[in-house]
């Protein structure tokens, strides 16, 4: 499955490139703002350093976590329509068996972390599909293969930022009024010198329940992970050589806080029930657990070889995105350019070292030690290796912005002891209703184990609304974040970094770019009119963007 020629790497890379809107990285939230300029009759440049657009749904290889009103009223409608592109792929191309191609919530993979996990390959099909009559027209111009290297800054305004093509060298300049931040890292903050921060604030600095106590950290950053695809061949022999640093990760014990539950590759990982761990062993194809286990190979599981008639022509294929390969050893943010390409390759390593363990020492369901019928689908994931083409970010810089959304603002616990109203309304309680709001979302505050040492933090947050506010700079004019940086903090980044979230984000900022080129104004205008603004979300809410939740609008 290629990438088609009309969105494929382009020969050469042009000096200049002079365009409206420039959307710098091509993920989840810079490939749903793209849709939006288009849709909105604007024109825009996007610019993506792999060759699949997509993101964390496509080339870092991460079936979406979303939250429980996803196929009704929980995502832009965008999204969801990207969501039954990918079901309607699959009853398009694939011999699913007829309960299977029947069911209107068809889940592929039949994971269970998500109500659609499907391969990485399809999804990225599927956006290309979406934009596909864009680029035909002109209207959405697309870079594979380049990330930015500079830019020109003159006054509170952005000029220009120009992109390298890491194959060739070759270096295109591009000029455009309104410049969308859709990197993985946050990468134009530093470029543009716009404020933003890295790392875990203190308590003392927004009063969030879950803060450092101890002062912030720029260090303190969430782990990555760099995903790759299994299927199981039992009786044969796919072990891959015996990486140098393996032995070092198979007897590494975390010294973390609270403690570790022993070491780190093991099936018995921390958790936050009553016990403080839990047993999730990894039951591969063809063995079929107990009903209702929770066992590894069906989590993300993306391909399940029996929706289809036997015998099936397409595999089990499990996504390995487990808290065994998150990598902490070093901070990827506030480093020098050594330090973090040494980072992204000890977390290949780490995850080569995870399935060297499994193929030969793991405890086996059925007893004895090792699964060498573990096979790399590279395939899955567009590459030779069997890695994704990405490695899995979970916290980028963040934009110091007009709002930062805080655990005050959306913490169920710290509400609940706040006395914030409204609070028993529901389970989840209710968040702040930010009357800026340009979409919605809802997961838990989910902050993988970090380069700090602090262990995993899983606490309840209210589903909760994406202010206006949060995309837009203190001081650069002309500058929006268009992903996961928006102005958010360490621990609220933990909930606005999930797929459904981010592809909100980039429409928003998307629509409003085109907006505010249609009306000449710029972004700080509309957030300093309420009018304005209010008049924003209207149209928002025309192209079926859900500004809030069901309860809060009665």
């Known amino acids: 499955m290629s990438t088609p020629r009309h969105i494929a790497r382009a020969r050469r890379l042009p000096p200049e490139i002079e365009t409206p809107i420039l959307i710098v990285g091509g993920g989840t939230g810079g490939t749903a703002a793209a849709l939006a300029v288009a849709e909105r009759g604007g024109r825009c440049v996007m610019t993506e350093p792999t060759d699949w657009i997509g993101g964390q749904l496509t080339s870092q290889g991460v079936p979406p976590d979303e939250n429980a009103w996803v196929e009704t009223f929980g995502a832009t409608a965008r999204y969801q329509a990207f969501r039954e592109g990918v079901r309607r792929w699959y009853r398009e191309h694939r011999p ?20 659609l996990c499907c391969e990485p390959r399809v999804a990225h099909a599927v956006l290309v599909r979406m934009l596909a009559p864009h680029v035909a027209s002109g209207a959405v111009t697309i870079l594979l293969g380049v990330e930015p290297v500079a830019a020109d800054v003159s006054g509170d305004a952005v000029q220009s930022v120009t992109v390298t093509d890491a194959a060739t060298s070759e270096r295109c300049t591009i000029r455009a009024r309104l410049v969308l931040d859709a990197t993985e890292l946050g990468d134009l903050y530093p470029l543009t010198g716009v404020e933003h921060a890295i790392g875990a604030e203190g308590t003392a600095d927004h009063g969030e329940m879950h803060a450092r106590p101890d002062g912030a950290d720029p260090t303190d950053q969430q782990a990555f992970s760099w995903c790759f695809a299994l299927e199981h061949r039992p009786g044969e022999d796919h ?14 014990v975390p010294a973390m806080t609270p403690a570790w539950t022993g070491p780190l590759f093991s099936w018995t990982v921390p958790s936050h029930n009553t016990e403080g761990c839990r ?7 063809p063995a079929e657990p107990a009903d209702g286990a929770w066992e590894l190979w069906r989590y993300r599981r993306i391909s399940d070889a029996a929706a289809y008639e036997p015998p ?8 390995v995105n487990w808290v065994q390969m998150d990598y902490w050893l070093k901070p990827l943010l506030g480093v020098d350019p050594a330090t973090a390409h040494a980072a992204l390759l000890g977390a290949r390593e780490q995850s080569l070292c995870l399935l060297h363990w499994m193929q030969t020492e793991a405890p086996r369901h059925d007893g004895g030690t090792g699964y060498p019928g573990l096979r790399l689908r590279g395939d899955e994931l567009g590459t030779h290796d069997g890695f994704a083409k990405a490695p899995y970010i979970r916290e980028p810089r963040r934009l110091i912005a007009r709002t930062i959304v805080t655990e005050a603002h959306i913490g169920a616990q710290q509400r609940r002891a706040e006395g914030r109203p409204g609070q028993d309304a529901s389970p989840h309680g209710l968040a702040e209703p930010f009357a800026d709001s340009v979409g919605i979302g809802h997961y838990a505050l989910d902050l993988h184990p970090s380069t700090a ?29 268009a992903g996961k940086g928006i102005g958010v903090t360490h621990i609220t980044n933990g909930c606005y970094r999930m797929h459904h979230v981010e592809w909100n984000i980039g429409e928003a900022a998307g629509a409003l770019a085109a ?16 009018e304005a603004t209010a008049a924003f979300q209207a149209s928002l809410i025309r192209d079926g963007v859900r500004v809030a939740w069901p309860w809060e609008e009665a």
Do not use: K
């Open 279 to 285: 047993d999730f062993p990894l039951i591969p194809w």
């Open 239 to 252: 072990t891959v050589p015996r990486p140098p640093s393996y032995a070092w990760w198979r007897d590494y």
């Open 515 to 530: 907006w505010c080129l249609e009306r000449g104004t710029e972004p700080a205008a509309i957030c300093a009119s309420s």
């Open 96 to 115: 699913l068996r007829e309960a299977r191609r029947a069911d209107p919530l068809l889940n592929p993979g039949a994971g269970w972390v998500s109500r």
């Open 312 to 319: 099936s022509p397409h595999p089990d294929v499990c996504l």
């Open 453 to 481: 040492g602090r262990n995993a933090l899983y606490v309840p947050a209210a589903p909760f609304r994406i202010p206006l506010s949060a995309l837009v700079p203190v001081r650069v004019r002309n500058l929006l974040a």
